[in-house]
């Protein structure tokens, strides 16, 4: 009912006592993300907030939204802790999140290279960097298309926030996984929400041909917001059968974080000069995407 979810009479004799006794629950200091900020990427994540007030509405039509700022600072803290960020060049497969820039603010890498469809994205860093003082290189990119042969092989690192369509998945690590050299490293993150267990078996399996070993897959590390003042995520909750009270502020989607780790060099499944399929919206299993629900908002 409006006042909440509760138990039934006979619900309550379903319940077991010994069950209730136990409430495990993640770290207070890094909510199961194992890693924290210390001062230096706190410093950081104070700038980051401060430039990304300048970031562009999420544009639907790509299915856009951005990660809250501290999981990027974490991202790149991670990325940090495991030796992966110093002096490397990194390419980033869309960046919705301006990881580049918390990359480039942070000088521990080498190079960063965004490739991204949306050219406001690419004004705005240009704009982000002209004023801070930051070398980030960007290059309009449609994943479909194929990889540039400048690009194949020539980085350490790259990282994505992916589609979660079967091919827009596919895409997209084929993609990065295209632009690594000899043990190169890739970051990725993949929800429950919109991705079934078969379709994360699947990528699994995709990467693992690949030569890639999964190093780390870091349940909850990012969270999104779901409304914005153009767009809301969240039209699919008019269509519950029970009262839904409008959102007060919860970022509730979230998304695990995988590490992979080529071993020796990448064995690519597919040509990278090869054009993709590609599709935005899985009927199937996507909730959040506007167009499924037609003219409702």
């Not at 301006?98 to 991204?116: E, F, N, Q, T």
Request: hydrophobic residues 40%; charged residues 30%; contains cysteine.
């Amino acid at each position: 009912d409006e006042e909440g979810i509760t138990l039934t009479e006979k619900g309550r004799t379903l319940v077991d006592e010994n069950y209730l006794r136990y409430r495990p629950r993640l770290c207070d200091a890094c909510g199961g993300r194992l890693i924290i900020l210390d001062d230096a990427f706190k410093e950081l994540l104070e700038e980051f907030k401060e430039v990304t007030r300048k970031r562009p509405h999420p544009q639907p039509g790509y299915f856009q939204g951005y990660m809250r700022e501290y999981d990027v600072v974490a991202r790149v803290a991670l990325m940090h802790y495991y030796g992966d960020l110093w002096r490397s060049e990194v390419v980033l497969i869309g960046d919705d999140d301006l990881l580049s820039v918390a990359l480039s603010m942070s000088g521990l890498p080498k190079r960063v290279l965004v490739l991204d469809i949306d050219e406001r994205l690419g004004d705005l860093i240009s704009e982000i960097a002209d004023e801070r003082g930051l070398d980030i290189e960007f290059m309009r990119y449609d994943v479909a298309e194929p990889l540039p042969e400048d690009l194949i092989g020539a980085f350490d690192l790259f990282s994505s926030e992916p589609l979660e369509t079967w091919l827009g998945l596919r895409a997209f690590i084929l993609r990065g996984t295209a632009c690594l050299g000899e043990g190169g490293v890739g970051y990725f993150g993949l929800t429950r929400a919109e991705a079934s267990l078969e379709k994360w078996r699947r990528i699994e399996a995709l990467v693992t041909r690949m030569n890639f070993a999964i190093t780390d897959v870091i349940a909850g590390f990012s969270y999104y917001s779901t409304r914005f003042e153009d767009v809301s995520y969240e039209v699919f909750v008019k269509r519950l059968r029970f009262p839904v009270r409008e959102n007060p502020g919860i970022d509730w989607y979230k998304s695990a974080l995988f590490r992979i780790e080529a071993l020796g060099r990448p064995k690519l499944v597919v040509d990278p000069r090869r054009r993709l399929r590609l599709t935005y919206i899985d009927e199937e299993e996507d909730i959040t995407h506007p167009a499924l629900y037609g003219g409702e908002g």
